[in-house]
């Protein structure tokens, strides 16, 4: 095949698509005014914004009132997480339990929560990627303040037992919440079926902006103010509104829960295609239970590689992937979600994550499939770790 360009890095952002554009253009050029205002400038500014919300608020099957625009997923697992424990911390309750493959939106949250005082239970992730029940269950103490549980995760694509959890945590009286920003407009939600009372989400994750996302949270959840100031976001998130990015990030939403059907049918298909074609490199491993994953998720270990060279080799080719370990203070740690899915550090180095949008082709499929075993074969006739594995010493 000749070279084609193939952007498989979807789960790490995602190009806008073009209807997102067009609805976001006339609130930069015609209708800029400040939705404070009341002068009609403003005013027109001010009901696109109410659209917004309560398009938001019924992909979720939330009441508007309950969503609240953030600057993205960050800032509303941080608002989220913070903003419920310092509130229960008032009652006592100072405990809070979440997983070990968490996104460090939530990771380093907790880390700072932990300096603070509180105390947090991360719990254990099994192989098949996935938080079970009965363990959330059985950490929930009388001084539990909440449950934060990712939907699916960022590198493995796994989808967790969400309702499940919430119906744990309701029962045992607990707040839950869930950074969904990678299941947003790929999975059905229902934040009142799912129990869910908090849920973080971004835009740039489906088709919609950077620099925008939401926090729903239940009526009822006492949410401390983020951003002191004005009385937007309820008073809650001073400042004056990204009006073109909310719009878009509705936009860009509704779209996404409007063909979530079709697009889990396609994109499933060709993301099991693509792991069976990787699986016949041998010493390949996928990585996450292959069923209840994001149906655009593909991840794999290849041994006696690094991820970085095959990324590398990889975007020579034109295809952009993803590899799990980030190089921090000049030495290479694997991804903690490999790590805490128990994979020795030497597989977990050799990852790449591919994921998939609907703007990806069965044609790119066949591209991947016909570069990746080339490039694995020529990086292992390139390394002492590979000649070690095939004759046997590890
Ligand atoms: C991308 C991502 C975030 C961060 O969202 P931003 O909008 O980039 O701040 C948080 N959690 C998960 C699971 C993500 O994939």
Same mark, same amino acid.
Request: with cysteine.
């Given at each position: 095949?000749?070279?084609?360009?193939?952007?498989?890095?979807?789960?790490?952002?995602?190009?806008? @698509?073009?209807?997102?554009?067009?609805?976001?253009?006339?609130?930069?050029?015609?209708?800029?005014?400040?939705?404070?205002?009341?002068?009609?400038?403003?005013?027109?500014?001010?009901?696109?914004?109410?659209?917004?919300?309560?398009?938001?608020?019924?992909?979720?099957?939330?009441?508007?009132?309950?969503?609240?625009?953030?600057?993205?997923?960050?800032?509303?697992?941080?608002?989220?997480?913070?903003?419920?424990?310092?509130?229960?911390?008032?009652?006592?309750?100072?405990?809070?339990?979440?997983?070990?493959?968490?996104?460090?939106?939530?990771?380093?949250?907790?880390?700072?929560?932990?300096?603070?005082?509180?105390?947090?239970?991360?719990?254990?992730?099994?192989?098949?990627?996935?938080?079970?029940?009965?363990?959330?269950?059985?950490?929930?103490?009388?001084?539990?303040?909440?449950?934060?549980?990712?939907?699916?995760?960022?590198?493995?694509?796994?989808?967790?037992?969400?309702?499940?959890?919430?119906?744990?945590?309701?029962?045992?009286?607990?707040?839950?919440?869930?950074?969904?920003?990678?299941?947003?407009?790929?999975?059905?939600?229902?934040?009142?079926?799912?129990?869910?009372?908090?849920? @973080?989400?971004?835009?740039?994750?489906?088709?919609?902006?950077?620099?925008?996302?939401?926090?729903?949270?239940?009526?009822?959840?006492?949410?401390?103010?983020?951003?002191?100031?004005?009385?937007?976001?309820?008073?809650?998130?001073?400042?004056?509104?990204?009006?073109?990015?909310?719009?878009?990030? @509705?936009?860009?939403?509704?779209?996404?829960?409007?063909?979530?059907?079709?697009?889990?049918?396609?994109?499933?298909?060709?993301?099991?295609?693509?792991?069976?074609?990787?699986?016949?490199?041998?010493?390949?491993?996928?990585?996450?239970?292959?069923?209840?994953?994001?149906?655009?998720?593909?991840?794999?270990?290849?041994?006696?590689?690094?991820?970085?060279?095959?990324?590398?080799?990889?975007?020579?080719?034109?295809?952009?992937?993803?590899?799990?370990?980030?190089?921090?203070?000049?030495?290479?740690?694997?991804?903690?979600?490999?790590?805490?899915?128990?994979?020795?550090?030497?597989?977990?180095?050799?990852?790449?994550?591919? @994921?998939?949008?609907?703007?990806?082709?069965?044609?790119?499929?066949?591209?991947?499939?016909?570069?990746?075993?080339?490039?694995?074969?020529?990086?292992?006739?390139?390394?002492?770790?590979?000649?070690?594995?095939?004759?046997?010493?590890?």
């Amino acid at each position: 095949m000749t070279k084609r360009f193939v952007y498989a890095d979807n789960a790490a952002t995602t190009q806008v @698509s073009q209807h997102v554009v067009d609805a976001m253009l006339p609130y930069f050029t015609k209708y800029y005014g400040n939705p404070s205002s009341l002068y009609s400038v403003g005013r027109e500014a001010k009901k696109p914004l109410e659209e917004a919300r309560a398009r938001v608020a019924e992909c979720l099957g939330a009441l508007p009132q309950e969503i609240y625009f953030t600057s993205g997923g960050s800032e509303a697992d941080n608002w989220a997480i913070k903003g419920v424990a310092h509130e229960m911390a008032k009652k006592g309750k100072k405990h809070i339990i979440s997983s070990k493959f968490e996104h460090h939106a939530v990771l380093h949250t907790l880390d700072t929560l932990q300096k603070e005082g509180f105390e947090v239970t991360l719990l254990d992730v099994y192989h098949d990627g996935l938080v079970r029940v009965e363990d959330v269950e059985k950490a929930i103490r009388p001084d539990t303040a909440l449950v934060t549980i990712m939907y699916a995760n960022n590198e493995i694509g796994t989808i967790q037992p969400i309702p499940d959890i919430g119906a744990v945590c309701k029962k045992h009286g607990v707040l839950f919440h869930t950074d969904a920003v990678q299941a947003v407009g790929n999975v059905e939600i229902d934040v009142k079926a799912q129990n869910i009372d908090l849920l @973080s989400l971004s835009g740039h994750k489906f088709h919609g902006p950077k620099g925008v996302g939401a926090l729903y949270c239940r009526k009822g959840i006492r949410l401390p103010n983020l951003i002191d100031g004005g009385a937007q976001e309820r008073g809650k998130r001073a400042g004056t509104e990204n009006v073109p990015g909310i719009v878009g990030l @509705s936009v860009a939403l509704k779209d996404a829960c409007d063909t979530i059907e079709e697009r889990r049918e396609r994109l499933t298909k060709m993301r099991d295609r693509l792991i069976e074609g990787a699986s016949k490199i041998e010493r390949s491993h996928l990585n996450g239970d292959p069923v209840k994953r994001l149906p655009g998720n593909f991840n794999m270990c290849f041994e006696g590689i690094e991820g970085e060279s095959l990324l590398l080799k990889l975007d020579f080719a034109g295809i952009c992937g993803s590899s799990g370990s980030a190089c921090t203070s000049g030495s290479l740690d694997p991804s903690h979600v490999l790590l805490a899915i128990g994979l020795p550090h030497e597989i977990a180095h050799g990852s790449l994550r591919l @994921s998939f949008s609907d703007q990806n082709t069965e044609e790119d499929v066949d591209y991947i499939l016909e570069q990746l075993p080339q490039i694995v074969s020529s990086l292992r006739s390139m390394s002492p770790l590979w000649d070690e594995i095939i004759n046997g010493k590890k």
